[in-house]
């Protein structure tokens, strides 16, 4: 069975190929286009190429220069199929063959053949006639580039203009939220502490769960002000002294509840303290959070996660591991981008809008350190096989912060 490739943008043009060659014995590989018919050409290896000269992307022409420079199809013949392509400048380019459309059916699957079992069509021209012939389609390809390359970049400064209007979206929704947000976890508080009065028990139940709703609404408007931040270099830090395993506590203390719920056993693995830093301790604490975030989210009910703090030299280690499905290797260094989430349709298993691993990561390289994700941890003897978030920070940060890169 031979194998040929048909280059064709239009869908009826290619059935009828398809048809009459595959009655014929022959598989039948169709491309809509010329850089699609090119990648095929190199993956598939076919018998024969038929190629319409007037296709979208690479026209004929520039498909068929582009495959006789391919060492892999070396004598692979190539027809040209058109209504509208030039003889002489298809044989100048390198085809074997010229079919005019409408094809016949009645003999089109013979003729293939013919080329298939290495028949080729008589050309002659003198090499001034060739040579210029050339030289014009190389001009024309000049210009099919000249206009790609103005194309791709008006594309590119809608893309700038489009990333500028997101950034500024981001701030002014971030802005929009903050500002009724407030009052409202004000009176939440004084409502719950009872200082506006007495609740009845279901009426403090219903408050505490509109409390988590808020909390977590916040946190989420705050990785929108920190995204913001991270996107234009402009996360701010507030360095003290501080004590790293304090913080790490702190962090942890936050997540309490949510280990709880989800009756989550916590392995814990701390040197003996204070362990004295120079940073951003707020920031620290968010970021570990994220790291514990991502943890609880990814760790099934009734499973594990670990953390454990590790001295280094002119640095501070945090290990976060869990026992759950762990991180592909392709995207181990994906996940730290922002908005990247493994599964992001509506109905996914796991919460959240996919920037809480970018933001550890800014915040870490902010303090002089890094974080990264490996498959597996041992913290205090205990094995687990998920996801191990190694956070690591400068003992003393740096005292300028750049823009992460």
Do not use: W
Request: aromatic letters at 4%.
């Amino acid at each position: 069975m031979s194998r040929v490739l048909h280059i064709e943008d239009d869908p009826k043009n290619r059935l009828l190929v398809r048809k009459l060659l595959t009655a014929d014995g022959h598989e039948v590989i169709d491309a809509p286009d010329g850089l699609t018919g090119v990648r095929l050409a190199i993956s598939q290896r076919p018998d024969l190429v038929l190629v319409d000269i007037n296709i979208p992307g690479l026209d004929g022409y520039e498909v068929t220069l582009r495959l006789r420079s391919e060492a892999s199809l070396t004598g692979v013949p190539i027809v040209a199929i058109t209504a509208e392509g030039d003889r002489e400048t298809s044989f100048a380019v390198g085809c074997d063959g010229f079919l005019q459309k409408p094809i016949d059916a009645r003999t089109f699957a013979s003729v293939v053949k013919r080329f298939l079992i290495g028949h080729r069509e008589p050309f002659t021209s003198s090499p001034d006639a060739t040579g210029e012939r050339l030289r014009a389609q190389s001009g024309r390809i000049v210009v099919h580039l000249e206009e790609k390359v103005a194309e791709l970049s008006s594309a590119n400064d809608r893309l700038r203009d489009l990333d500028r209007l997101r950034t500024e979206f981001y701030r002014n929704i971030s802005h929009e939220l903050a500002t009724p947000l407030t009052p409202i976890v004000g009176y939440l508080r004084m409502m719950i502490d009872e200082e506006l009065g007495d609740v009845t028990k279901p009426q403090m139940k219903a408050l505490r769960a509109m409390d988590d709703c808020v909390r977590r609404l916040r946190s989420t408007l705050d990785n929108l002000i920190d995204v913001t931040g991270l996107e234009t270099g402009r996360m701010k830090f507030f360095h003290r002294d501080y004590d790293f395993l304090d913080t790490v506590r702190r962090a942890i203390a936050s997540h309490a509840e949510q280990l709880e719920d989800r009756h989550i056993r916590l392995v814990e693995q701390f040197p003996r303290g204070p362990l004295p830093a120079y940073g951003d301790a707020d920031r620290l604490a968010r970021a570990i959070g994220q790291l514990l975030d991502n943890a609880v989210k990814f760790t099934p009910e009734g499973g594990r996660v670990g953390v454990g703090v590790y001295p280094m030299e002119g640095h501070y280690g945090v290990v976060v591991g869990d026992s759950g499905p762990g991180v592909a290797t392709d995207l181990a260094e994906r996940v730290f981008e922002p908005f990247l989430q493994v599964d992001g349709s509506p109905t996914r298993a796991h919460g959240g809008v996919g920037v809480g691993l970018a933001i550890a990561r800014r915040v870490a390289r902010g303090l002089g350190g890094d974080v990264r994700v490996t498959n597996g941890a041992t913290i205090d003897g205990e094995t687990l096989p998920g996801a191990a978030l190694v956070l690591t920070v400068a003992i003393r940060a740096p005292a300028v912060v750049v823009a992460n890169k």
